[in-house]
């Protein structure tokens, strides 16, 4: 006889899989006017991230016009349509005489960009490659559209040594992702080492990368093996890239190019074998006009590149991600998901993206409709306004009448606390993280990981 828990979930599974076929629709976009005439470029729905038109290398229509900005907009087919999206470019961008900040076009106009004039045709696509069928890759979880396209790219990618940029907003899974990569590939059987550029103070990072020798500077009372070290024979990720002190960059570089480093106050250079992938939650073309980022690492880091789309655009995954993250807290999914509950979490925003969602269950299991249901960084749900805050009795009571195993009460208790901990810290200094941060005694960035658990 079935389990009724599998029975659940593939009921799950069934309401969140976007079950439509891809679109035969293409648009071909063709320079008209400006520097770059003749040049094209084909968009389709099977294209694993938005197609990119500006000046920067990442783009697949990159354009010579100076009024054109390093990434000036972003190209997608959605429903049939082609969907345009100005990002924040410098000179703006036009459909006809009309300035645009996101629109949908149908074929006939024409696009403008810079001094530059582009006309939209649309046809049938000939790519052969269409979406995946999985409801996810590694540990990574979703089958809409948005995931389910992205997979045959990152199968390639595991198979890969390239260096691989992964791009999204925070929150949406670009640690998980990587480990995923990483997990399907032939240095599976190798470690898997984050160095998140956020986490240590500035004026050790270089030792954190790189190592040093005992002796090396004050504090140095034994020798220490850096990163790159700890990752040989497997993947180092360098967790916001886009965070990286400008003078530590070329160091990087010269690693990234020749496979060998000196650690801090040694004379023996260290050759090692590690594939790097970095992820950022920043528009590094930006960082890069602005004279945070160097043009020559980005250029070396990013020979491939992924974008992962928040979870507000990724249809039906929030009831998938819900499943599995009760599944993980050993919690029936049927619990959490009730028909009114799923569809107030469906029609929400989600900027906190997966770790908001995953935030919003932990204070639902903890504390039920007498919570609000977001991290405090952004609006609450739909008729989720509290009506009373709860007494640490009845907080634990309403953990205990939940009947869960000890550790996942436990859990539930604590990041309840910590979250009301880091709400008052927050009050006290007038929501200024730094001086928060240091009266509870830990660091910034620790102090944002308690106020919003879950994964990046």
Same mark, same amino acid.
Not at 23 to 29: E, I, M, Q
Not at 89 to 112: D, K, P, Y
Not at 188 to 204: E, I, K, M, R, Y
């Given at each position: 006889?079935?389990?009724?828990?599998?029975?659940?979930?593939?009921? %799950?599974?069934?309401?969140?899989?976007?079950?439509?076929?891809?679109?035969?629709?293409?648009?071909?976009?063709?320079?008209?006017?400006?520097?770059?005439?003749?040049?094209?470029?084909?968009?389709?729905?099977?294209?694993?991230?938005?197609?990119?038109?500006? &000046?920067?290398?990442?783009?697949?229509?990159?354009?010579?016009?100076?009024?054109?900005?390093?990434?000036?907009?972003?190209?997608?087919?959605?429903?049939?349509?082609?969907?345009?999206?100005?990002?924040?470019? &410098?000179?703006?961008?036009?459909?006809?005489?009309?300035?645009?900040?996101?629109?949908?076009?149908?074929?006939?106009?024409?696009?403008?960009?810079?001094?530059?004039?582009?006309?939209?045709?649309?046809?049938?696509?000939?790519?052969?490659?269409?979406?995946?069928?999985?409801?996810?890759?590694?540990?990574? =979880?979703?089958?809409?559209?948005? !995931?389910?396209? @992205?997979?045959?790219?990152? #199968?390639?990618?595991?198979?890969?040594? /390239?260096?691989?940029?992964?791009?999204?907003?925070? $929150? &949406?899974? *670009?640690?998980?992702?990587?480990?995923?990569?990483?997990?399907?590939?032939?240095?599976?059987?190798?470690?898997?080492?984050?160095?998140?550029?956020?986490?240590?103070?500035?004026?050790?990072?270089?030792?954190? %990368?790189?190592?040093?020798?005992? $002796?090396?500077?004050?504090?140095?009372?034994?020798?220490?093996?850096?990163?790159?070290?700890?990752?040989?024979?497997?993947?180092?990720?360098?967790?916001?890239?886009?965070?990286?002190?400008?003078?530590?960059?070329?160091?990087?570089?010269?690693?990234?190019?020749?496979?060998?480093?000196?650690?801090?106050?040694?004379?023996?250079? =260290?050759?090692?074998?590690?594939?790097? !992938?970095?992820?950022?939650?920043?528009? #590094?073309?930006?960082?890069?006009?602005? $004279?945070?980022?160097?043009?020559? @690492?980005?250029?070396?880091?990013?020979?491939?590149?992924?974008?992962?789309?928040?979870?507000?655009?990724?249809?039906?995954?929030?009831?998938?991600?819900?499943?599995? =993250?009760?599944?993980? %807290?050993?919690?029936?999914? *049927? &619990?959490?998901?009730?028909?009114?509950?799923?569809?107030?979490?469906?029609?929400?925003?989600?900027?906190?993206?997966?770790?908001?969602?995953?935030?919003?269950?932990?204070?639902?299991?903890?504390?039920?409709?007498? $919570?609000?249901?977001?991290?405090?960084?952004?609006?609450?749900?739909?008729?989720?306004?509290?009506?009373?805050?709860?007494?640490?009795?009845?907080? /634990?009571?309403?953990? @205990?009448?939940?009947?869960?195993?000890?550790?996942?009460?436990? *859990?539930?208790?604590?990041?309840?606390?910590?979250?009301?901990?880091?709400?008052?810290?927050?009050?006290?200094?007038?929501?200024?993280?730094?001086?928060?941060?240091?009266?509870?005694?830990?660091?910034?960035?620790?102090?944002?990981?308690?106020?919003?658990?879950?994964?990046?």
């Amino acid at each position: 006889m079935a389990d009724p828990k599998d029975d659940d979930a593939s009921t %799950l599974l069934q309401r969140s899989y976007d079950p439509s076929p891809p679109s035969d629709v293409a648009f071909t976009l063709t320079v008209v006017a400006g520097p770059d005439v003749g040049a094209t470029v084909t968009v389709d729905d099977t294209t694993p991230s938005a197609t990119l038109l500006g &000046t920067g290398p990442t783009c697949e229509l990159r354009l010579t016009d100076r009024a054109v900005s390093r990434r000036h907009v972003s190209l997608e087919v959605v429903a049939g349509a082609l969907r345009v999206v100005d990002l924040r470019s &410098t000179n703006g961008t036009r459909v006809g005489a009309l300035r645009v900040g996101e629109g949908f076009l149908v074929g006939g106009e024409i696009l403008g960009v810079g001094a530059s004039e582009l006309e939209v045709t649309r046809g049938l696509k000939t790519s052969k490659v269409t979406p995946s069928f999985a409801g996810g890759f590694g540990r990574m =979880i979703g089958a809409s559209r948005e !995931m389910r396209r @992205l997979y045959p790219l990152c #199968l390639r990618l595991a198979q890969s040594p /390239v260096s691989l940029i992964i791009e999204g907003e925070t $929150g &949406t899974g *670009k640690e998980v992702l990587a480990e995923s990569i990483h997990a399907e590939g032939p240095r599976a059987s190798g470690p898997f080492v984050v160095f998140d550029c956020t986490s240590v103070a500035p004026n050790l990072v270089e030792a954190e %990368l790189f190592g040093h020798e005992r $002796g090396a500077f004050t504090g140095a009372t034994a020798t220490h093996r850096g990163v790159f070290e700890q990752a040989h024979g497997g993947t180092l990720l360098i967790d916001e890239i886009g965070d990286l002190d400008l003078h530590l960059q070329p160091k990087l570089l010269r690693v990234l190019e020749r496979s060998e480093f000196r650690r801090l106050g040694g004379e023996r250079a =260290i050759r090692v074998d590690v594939r790097v !992938m970095a992820a950022t939650r920043r528009n #590094l073309d930006r960082e890069i006009e602005a $004279g945070r980022f160097r043009d020559d @690492l980005f250029h070396r880091l990013a020979v491939a590149r992924i974008e992962l789309p928040p979870l507000r655009e990724r249809r039906g995954d929030v009831a998938e991600l819900a499943a599995a =993250i009760c599944r993980e %807290l050993a919690v029936d999914p *049927k &619990t959490v998901l009730s028909g009114p509950q799923l569809a107030r979490w469906n029609a929400y925003h989600w900027p906190g993206n997966v770790r908001e969602l995953r935030n919003a269950i932990l204070r639902f299991l903890a504390v039920g409709e007498l $919570g609000p249901l977001t991290d405090g960084s952004s609006p609450p749900l739909p008729n989720s306004t509290p009506t009373s805050t709860p007494s640490p009795i009845d907080l /634990v009571e309403g953990v @205990l009448a939940q009947g869960l195993p000890l550790a996942a009460s436990r *859990k539930l208790v604590v990041e309840e606390f910590e979250r009301r901990y880091v709400e008052r810290a927050l009050e006290k200094h007038h929501g200024v993280v730094t001086e928060a941060a240091k009266s509870a005694g830990i660091a910034r960035r620790h102090f944002y990981r308690v106020g919003n658990r879950g994964g990046r």
